[in-house]
């Protein structure tokens, strides 16, 4: 190789090697990871709960009461992608899955995990149906289980049993894990699950970031024991404006003060779907409310 030809390739490479080292530097300073994105959705007196992980994967984990959740979706999704990856009936009562018959009619919907619990309403019914003319692949929650989407952790911590007879308390529990940040939904769950979960879960329960509470704030969840095991830095009250139930119920409002009273560092903020759809934006490293 002469002297004209080595500088010649020598040259080449230094462009090309700097040209990858600017690349990469750009994108490191200047190009930022999509987040995980996790909507509560505003369907008046009800529960949605809508993830869309940083590769635009959707989980939807209940539906509220009816066609409320379309427009609720419209508000944060792209019209244009109908998919749903993955869908989470947490327990079959209408304010948790009458939103899943038009979802179903709109979106195309991969996986469906659902409670062993069954009803004899109409609504359900109507699921079941809209469900099987789907053709998605159903499978009931009777045992613990876990899965992974896009770096994000499901793991199902309930129920375990089929002994329990009562809807509310076959609801799934959820921890949702992404990076430092923890979230804890737990359907309409009593207080005996919640102890239950704590009792059975204590390492991954403990100091967790976002906790929807229990049943929309029903006196009968959120205990003062659950919110000291998990020490939450964000509360979650899904129920509607004026809903006639009194949700959140003062008994937790009260609750949670004295929880935020003891536990000043861990600035606790509450949220509420009444006033409109919560969204979060969660990095590996932190969460924040979506701009």
């Known amino acids: 190789m002469n002297k004209k030809t080595a500088i010649t390739v020598l040259t080449a490479t230094i462009l090309i090697i700097g040209y990858w080292w600017y690349a990469l530097v750009w994108h490191m300073l200047f190009t930022e990871e999509e987040p995980l994105r996790v909507h509560f959705l505003d369907v008046g007196q009800g529960d949605a709960i809508v993830l869309e992980t940083p590769n635009s994967h959707r989980v939807v984990i209940d539906a509220g009461r009816g066609i409320q959740v379309l427009s609720a979706l419209d508000d944060i999704v792209s019209t244009r992608n109908r998919n749903i990856d993955v869908v989470v009936m ?50 009931t929650i009777q045992q613990p289980r876990s899965f992974l989407l896009d770096g994000v952790q499901f793991d199902i911590l309930w129920p375990l049993s089929t002994e329990v007879t009562e809807t509310n308390a076959a609801s ?12 804890v939904l737990t359907g309409d769950a009593p207080t005996e699950i ?7 879960f204590p390492e ?73 759809t919560v969204s979060f934006c969660i990095t590996p490293t932190q969460f924040s409310v979506c701009n």
Not at 172 to 183: D, H, K, S
């Open 204 to 276: 991954k329960l403990d100091d967790i970031e976002i906790l929807k509470a229990g049943h929309h704030g029903s006196k009968t969840a959120t205990t003062a024991t659950f919110l000291q095991h998990t020490k939450p830095n964000a509360i979650v009250y899904s129920a509607g404006k004026d809903n006639p139930y009194g949700h959140p119920h003062d008994i937790v409002l009260s609750r949670v003060r004295v929880y935020a009273e003891k536990n000043p560092t861990e600035n606790l903020t509450e949220y509420y779907t009444a006033n409109g």
């Open 194 to 200: 919640e102890n239950f979960l704590i009792e059975s």
């Open 90 to 139: 947490t327990h079959p009562d209408e304010d948790h899955i009458g939103g899943f018959i038009p979802i179903l009619e709109r979106y195309t919907v991969g996986t469906i995990l659902q409670s062993f619990a069954v009803s004899e309403s109409s609504v359900y019914k109507q699921v079941m149906e809209a469900i099987e003319k789907e053709k998605a692949g159903v499978h």
């Open 172 to 183: 799934v529990a959820l921890l949702v894990t992404y990076g430092n940040t923890e979230i």
